[in-house]
C-alpha cells in the first residue's frame, strides 16, 4: 500500500491492483490505543474469552443499482455477494456505512430494489448520498428513502466511544467535478465536534474523498482542509470515502484517509485512461476487484505490516 504526506498520491498500477486484492479480501480494522490498525480479514483470529472486541461495522460502497453495461450488467447481484461475505463474518458487526452511489440513475424505483437487498443483511444502514444519487433532484429521492427524517443532509452518531460522522460532498459540484462540502456544513461540523475529548477516535464517511487524489479527474473535494482543520485536536481520526472503486490510503498526522472498493464495478488506475469511468475486466476477474471492508474497534490485537496484507 503506499502512504503518502503530499497532497495528491500517484500511485503505480501495480499498488493499485495490490490495493484491489486486499480490499476484495477484506479488511480487520483495530483500534487499539486510539491508534488504527489492520488486519487480512481471512487471517483475522478467531473470537475468545481473551479478545476485547466491543464493536465491528462494514463499509460498503457504490453498489450501482440499475446500472446494465459491460462492466457489469448485474450490480444487483455482486451487492447481493456482498452481503453474503457480511453474513459469514464470525462476529457480527454492529451495522453498516453506505458511502454512496447507492443507486445509478437516482430512480425511486433503483431506491427500493437497494433498499430490498441491503435489508437482506439484518443490519442497521447508515448512508450518505453519491453524485449518482442525486441527479436531477438534489438528492430529495435519496434522502426521502435514506434521510431518516433528519433536518440536514449531514448527521453524527455515537457507537461504543467512538463518534461518527456522515457528511456530504455531492449536492455542489465544482467544476472539473470536485466535491464540496460549504460553508454551513463545515460550521455545523465544528459545532459538532466543540465539547468532545481529544481523546474520542473519530470516523469521518462521506461519498467522495476527503483528500487530494488526482485533481485531473476530479478525486477530491475542494473546501476539504477546512473542514479537516477541526479534526486536528483529535488523536484518532479515520476518513472513510467511496467513489473512485479501489482501494488507496494516505496517512497524514493524526489522520488516516482510506477509499473503499465499489461492489458494482473497478475503475481505472489514476492516469491510466482517459478519464474515469466503469473498467472492464474479464467476467471470471470482476469479483476480484470488488469488495467490502470490515472495521473492529478493540484492544489488545496485535498489528501487521501493510505490506504483508498487500502481497
Known amino acids: 500500500m503506499a502512504t503518502n504526506t503530499k497532497d495528491e498520491v500517484r500511485p503505480s498500477r501495480r499498488q493499485v491492483?495490490?490495493?484491489?486484492?486486499w480490499g476484495s479480501a477484506g479488511i480487520l480494522w483495530t483500534v487499539s490505543g486510539g491508534v488504527p490498525v489492520a488486519r487480512a480479514l481471512d487471517a483475522a483470529p478467531?473470537?475468545?474469552?481473551?479478545a476485547v472486541q466491543p464493536f465491528s461495522f462494514v463499509q460498503i460502497s457504490d453498489s450501482h443499482i440499475g446500472f446494465d453495461k459491460k462492466a457489469n450488467p448485474e450490480p444487483e447481484a455482486t451487492l447481493r455477494a456482498a452481503l453474503e461475505k457480511v453474513g459469514?463474518?464470525?462476529?457480527?458487526?454492529?451495522?453498516?456505512?453506505?458511502?454512496g452511489?447507492?443507486?445509478?440513475l437516482s430512480k425511486p424505483s433503483e431506491f427500493d430494489a437497494a433498499d430490498g437487498i441491503m435489508k437482506t443483511a439484518g443490519l442497521d444502514v447508515q448512508y450518505v448520498p453519491g453524485e449518482h444519487d442525486t441527479i436531477d433532484d438534489d438528492g430529495k429521492a435519496f434522502f426521502a428513502h435514506f434521510g431518516r427524517g433528519r433536518t440536514t443532509p449531514w448527521y453524527s452518531f455515537d457507537q461504543g466511544g467512538v463518534h461518527f460522522v456522515g457528511l456530504v460532498n455531492v449536492l455542489a459540484l465544482k467544476a472539473g467535478g470536485f466535491g464540496s462540502l460549504g460553508a454551513e456544513q463545515i460550521a455545523w461540523l465544528k459545532q459538532d465536534l466543540e465539547g468532545r475529548s481529544a481523546s474520542t477516535p473519530i470516523v469521518v464517511?462521506?461519498?467522495?474523498?476527503?483528500?487530494?487524489?488526482?485533481?485531473?479527474?476530479?478525486?477530491?473535494t475542494d473546501d476539504a482542509a477546512e473542514a479537516l482543520s477541526h479534526l486536528k485536536r483529535f488523536g484518532s481520526v479515520t476518513v472513510l470515502n467511496g467513489h473512485i472503486h479501489q482501494i488507496m490510503q494516505k496517512v497524514e498526522g493524526n489522520i488516516a484517509f482510506r477509499t473503499a472498493c465499489s461492489t458494482a464495478y473497478p475503475q481505472p488506475a489514476p492516469g491510466t485512461a482517459p478519464g474515469p469511468g466503469p473498467l472492464v475486466v474479464p467476467a471470471e476477474k470482476l469479483r476480484s476487484v470488488l469488495g467490502i471492508r470490515r472495521i473492529a474497534f478493540a484492544e489488545g490485537v496485535p498489528a501487521?505490516?501493510?505490506?504483508?496484507?498487500a502481497g
Open 17 to 21: 491492483l495490490s490495493c484491489m486484492a
Open 46 to 50: 478467531r473470537a475468545s474469552a481473551a
Open 88 to 99: 459469514a463474518m464470525r462476529e457480527r458487526p454492529a451495522f453498516m456505512l453506505h458511502t
Open 101 to 104: 452511489d447507492v443507486s445509478h
Open 205 to 220: 464517511f462521506a461519498h467522495m474523498p476527503l483528500w487530494l487524489i488526482y485533481p485531473d479527474w476530479g478525486w477530491g
Open 304 to 309: 501487521i505490516s501493510e505490506a504483508s496484507l
